[in-house]
């Protein structure tokens, strides 16, 4: 399949399509330091080598149970995304909670929650990916867009693996925290996407949207 540049520039410029890849790159780049950090915190908990691994495990296999979760709930109800926003929220609730009950607890609560923020770490993730597959007209500008999004998201994790420090062990107070920030930041731009999509509707429906290209208005899956 051939894309013309001038596809490609006309995807690249279509600026309502881009809070989906900011929310991207802000919420996926806490993913990083879990992946890198998990086994050896579970770890320092008292665990040997194996066993750690073992535990850290858990966290990624109940993190596919999520995905699901929310991947089902956005073909049901059709709202792809309050369905990223709910997975969103339900990440930063949990990162909250570890945050604040992490030094208080024991070793199997720690560990408790160390799994279940791997479980939420991901679950927006192939939601935000369908939603924005929906609202792309043809194959080549879906081809650009994932493409754009990929990028966004990998840069993200290229950013996340500065979050976690040797000098902020073991309860990683600052790199929890940081991960609550990147993930609201994450989660402002998904309400953005929402409003920016409703408003286009909406003005689409009241006769007062105008494409400039002469096409057909859009009609945008929110």
């Known amino acids: 399949m051939r894309i013309p540049p001038k596809l490609v520039w006309k995807t690249i410029l279509h600026w309502k399509r881009w809070p989906h890849f900011l929310s991207s790159f802000a919420v996926f780049s806490t993913?990083?330091?879990?992946?890198?950090?998990?086994?050896?915190?579970?770890?320092?908990?008292?665990?040997?080598?194996?066993?750690?691994?073992?535990?850290?495990?858990?966290?990624?296999?109940?993190?596919?149970v999520v995905v699901f979760v929310f991947a089902y709930i956005s073909d049901k109800t059709n709202k792809r995304g309050f369905s990223v926003i709910g997975a969103q929220f339900c990440y930063l609730i949990v990162l909250v909670v570890a945050r604040t009950a992490h030094p208080h607890v024991g070793k199997w609560s720690r560990w408790g929650l160390w799994t279940a923020?791997?479980?939420f770490a991901v679950g927006y993730h192939p939601v935000n990916n369908s939603w924005v597959q929906l609202n792309c007209r043809e194959p080549g500008e879906r081809s650009i867009s994932i493409a754009m999004w990929v990028m966004l998201s990998i840069s993200g994790l290229m950013v996340g693996t500065q979050y976690y420090r040797g000098n902020d062990a073991p309860f990683y107070q600052t790199g929890l925290r940081t991960q609550i920030i990147m993930v609201s930041v994450g989660m402002a731009f998904a309400v953005l996407q929402v409003v920016l999509y409703?408003?286009?509707?909406?003005?689409?429906a009241e006769g007062k949207h105008k494409p400039r290209d002469g096409e057909a208005p859009r009609i945008y899956v929110t």
């Open 198 to 204: 409703a408003v286009h509707n909406k003005r689409v």
């Open 117 to 119: 923020v791997n479980s």
């Open 31 to 64: 993913w990083s330091p879990l992946t890198t950090y998990t086994p050896t915190i579970i770890m320092n908990l008292g665990f040997n080598r194996i066993q750690a691994n073992a535990l850290a495990a858990v966290g990624a296999s109940l993190a596919l």
